[in-house]
């Protein structure tokens, strides 16, 4: 009877530990990753290092192996730029003239033959540096609440979720270093790879997805990538208005898994005011978004589960067709815009637009000669003004034409 006992004592013991109770962590991880404390997370400094060691703490919580080159961590070294001309490069051998960055990875092994890549980039400005829209006399922390603390907390989250369910696939969540640089973490990772590449079966990315705004616009870049996402993406779309971009490449860690062949899908709630300012705080994000944001991944996840390994697709590369210019307006367009024209949503200090009165929230729809009717147009008008030129530009405010004399 005694050993009956213990025999049931122990199943039942068993049965407790395999248990397990989805958690939501998202602000406190937001605001742990976008304190003070951590002065911007740049990579190569003390507070990326004590973000990473964070990251390794919430991935031991989540239970998650490690799958970096040393524990959980993908240590890469790199000489910075001298020039903006030249590529970032890559090196074994650390000096006195090397950065280091630190990717963060946890793995949840099912026994498959295929692994989803969900990640997130971690790193930030520091205290501003050359990419910072700051125009302040004063040295101010950069902290990255939207860019990209809240990629990262949703990375968790989906984790979390993801931890007993969705069983056919594997699952690596990679929080990269080196965005802010060029795409580093995720572009050395891509070629040291410590899974195979050949079966990563789509890689998620998250960058920015703090922010959704009233009307719930979410751009989804990547659909183009697989011939199941826009199935997967309409299907299990409840809430959001959509904005979909075909293209593989864009300006975030999802084009290092696309140019390895890699579907991909990257989520984004799209620019404001506070990008690359020292106002991007925890304090600022919609936290009510960024739940639903996660819950329509996770849905869009199980929905692909019992799908195999999905077929990869290369799209259109539309950054081969973007027009250079010598010239801007000085102004952060409207990315989620899908109206006729190129809606501002930031206009920069002492630049063209702000000297000739333009506004958040005017439309251009005429640069010159040239109509406008979206981004790409607009960046062809743009591109043939040189630094001296003077033009006019209309645009619609309220309703209403108004024209504005603009130089460059």
Same mark, same amino acid.
Request: hydrophobic share 35%; net charge negative.
């Given at each position: 009877m005694k050993?009956?006992s213990l025999?049931?004592l122990?199943? %039942?013991?068993l049965?407790?530990k395999?248990?397990y109770?989805t958690?939501?962590k998202?602000?406190e #991880?937001v605001?742990?990753l976008a #304190?003070?404390?951590?002065?911007?997370?740049?990579?190569?400094?003390e507070?990326?290092?004590a973000a990473?060691?964070y990251?390794?703490q919430?991935?031991?919580?989540?239970?998650l192996?490690?799958k970096?080159?040393?524990?959980?961590?993908q240590?890469? +070294?790199?000489k910075?730029?001298?020039n903006?001309?030249e590529?970032v490069?890559f090196?074994?051998?650390?000096?006195d003239?090397?950065?280091?960055?630190?990717?963060?990875?946890?793995?949840?092994?099912?026994?498959?033959?295929?692994t989803?890549?969900?990640?997130?980039h971690?790193?930030?400005?520091?205290y501003?540096?050359?990419?910072?829209?700051f125009r302040?006399?004063?040295?101010?922390i950069h902290?990255?609440?939207d860019?990209?603390a809240s990629?990262?907390?949703?990375?968790l989250?989906?984790a979390?979720?993801?931890?007993a369910?969705?069983?056919n696939? +594997?699952?690596?969540f990679i929080?990269f270093s080196?965005e802010?640089?060029g795409l580093?973490g995720?572009?050395?990772f891509v070629k040291n790879a410590?899974i195979?590449?050949?079966k990563?079966?789509?890689?998620? +990315?998250m960058?920015?997805?703090?922010k959704?705004?009233?009307?719930?616009t979410?751009?989804?870049?990547?659909?183009?990538? !697989?011939?199941?996402?826009?199935?997967?993406?309409?299907a =299990? =779309?409840?809430?959001?208005?959509?904005?979909e971009?075909?293209?593989?490449i864009?300006?975030?860690?999802?084009t290092?898994f696309?140019?390895g062949?890699?579907?991909v899908?990257h989520?984004f709630?799209?620019?404001?005011?506070?990008?690359?300012?020292p106002?991007?705080?925890? %304090?600022?994000?919609n936290y009510?978004?960024?739940?639903m944001i996660s819950?329509y991944?996770?849905?869009?996840?199980?929905?692909?589960?019992?799908?195999?390994?999905?077929?990869? *697709?290369k799209t259109? =590369?539309?950054?081969e067709?973007t027009? *250079?210019? @010598?010239v801007?307006l000085?102004?952060?367009?409207?990315?989620?815009f899908?109206?006729?024209?190129?809606?501002?949503?930031?206009?920069?200090?002492?630049?063209?637009?702000?000297?000739?009165?333009?506004?958040?929230?005017d439309v251009v729809?005429k640069l010159?000669d040239s109509t406008?009717?979206?981004?790409? !147009?607009?960046m062809?008008?743009l591109?043939?003004?040189?630094?001296?030129?003077?033009s006019?530009?209309l645009v619609?405010?309220?309703? @209403?034409e108004v024209?504005?004399?603009?130089?460059f």
């Amino acid at each position: 009877m005694k050993k009956i006992s213990l025999l049931v004592l122990f199943l %039942s013991l068993l049965g407790c530990k395999q248990e397990y109770t989805t958690q939501n962590k998202i602000l406190e #991880d937001v605001t742990f990753l976008a #304190d003070d404390k951590l002065e911007g997370r740049q990579t190569g400094t003390e507070g990326e290092k004590a973000a990473a060691a964070y990251l390794v703490q919430r991935f031991q919580e989540l239970d998650l192996e490690p799958k970096g080159t040393d524990g959980y961590i993908q240590m890469f +070294n790199f000489k910075p730029k001298t020039n903006p001309h030249e590529d970032v490069k890559f090196t074994e051998v650390s000096s006195d003239s090397t950065i280091v960055g630190r990717n963060v990875l946890g793995f949840i092994d099912n026994k498959s033959d295929q692994t989803i890549v969900i990640g997130a980039h971690y790193d930030h400005l520091g205290y501003g540096g050359e990419d910072s829209l700051f125009r302040g006399d004063e040295k101010a922390i950069h902290n990255g609440a939207d860019d990209n603390a809240s990629g990262v907390a949703l990375m968790l989250n989906l984790a979390s979720k993801l931890r007993a369910t969705n069983v056919n696939n +594997n699952y690596l969540f990679i929080a990269f270093s080196g965005e802010e640089m060029g795409l580093l973490g995720s572009n050395y990772f891509v070629k040291n790879a410590t899974i195979d590449v050949a079966k990563m079966n789509y890689m998620i +990315n998250m960058d920015m997805v703090g922010k959704m705004n009233a009307d719930s616009t979410l751009a989804v870049y990547g659909v183009g990538t !697989s011939p199941r996402f826009k199935q997967a993406l309409t299907a =299990n =779309n409840q809430f959001f208005k959509l904005v979909e971009n075909e293209s593989g490449i864009g300006p975030s860690d999802h084009t290092s898994f696309y140019l390895g062949d890699v579907p991909v899908l990257h989520f984004f709630t799209g620019q404001h005011e506070d990008y690359h300012k020292p106002g991007d705080d925890a %304090s600022k994000l919609n936290y009510e978004g960024m739940n639903m944001i996660s819950d329509y991944i996770f849905d869009i996840i199980t929905d692909l589960d019992s799908n195999g390994k999905l077929s990869f *697709r290369k799209t259109k =590369n539309e950054s081969e067709e973007t027009p *250079r210019f @010598k010239v801007g307006l000085g102004v952060v367009p409207d990315y989620l815009f899908d109206g006729k024209g190129m809606r501002i949503d930031g206009v920069s200090d002492d630049k063209p637009a702000q000297k000739a009165g333009l506004q958040k929230g005017d439309v251009v729809v005429k640069l010159g000669d040239s109509t406008v009717v979206d981004m790409m !147009s607009y960046m062809r008008a743009l591109s043939v003004f040189e630094k001296g030129n003077k033009s006019k530009v209309l645009v619609l405010r309220d309703g @209403k034409e108004v024209i504005f004399d603009i130089s460059f």
